[in-house]
Nanobody
Framework: VQLQASGGGLVQAGGSLRLSCAAS????????LRWYRQAPGKQREYVAA???????NYADSVKGRFTISRDNAKNTVYLQMNSLKPEDTAVYYC???????????????WGQGTQVTVSS
């Protein structure tokens, strides 16, 4: 299964971007869909998660500004990012924690990352 992230780019502070992450095929089961980010010289950090039925969770640094959502029919998870700040600059990675088939063990699947740059 491949995860394709898109939607990154360059935006001014205060602006918005919408990231998308599409799975190449449907998962047998999904425990959670998550977004992480990694800024230059820093460790990858958790951003947001959505789980069944539609429980969401956010890092304190993005709470109230970012919204995670999913479209099961399109095998896609989104991250709407509003009121962006320069400190949001990072490569954003999508993650699916689940099983691709009934025989699989639950595991982590990662997208390739999409660059978000916020200018001041």
């Amino acid at each position: 299964v491949q995860l394709q992230a898109s939607g990154g780019g360059l935006v001014q502070a205060g602006g918005s971007l919408r990231l998308s992450c599409a799975a190449s095929r449907r998962f047998f089961s999904i425990n959670a869909l998550r977004w992480y980010r990694q800024a230059p010289g820093k460790q990858r950090e958790y951003v947001a998660a959505i789980a069944q039925p539609e429980n969401t969770n956010y890092a304190d640094s993005v709470k109230g500004r970012f919204t995670i959502s999913r479209d099961n029919a399109k095998n896609t998870v989104y991250l709407q990012m509003n009121s962006l700040k320069p400190e949001d600059t990072a490569v954003y990675y999508c993650n699916i924690y689940g099983k691709t088939t009934a025989r699989d063990l639950v595991g982590d699947y990662w997208g390739q990352g999409t660059q978000v740059t916020v200018s001041s």
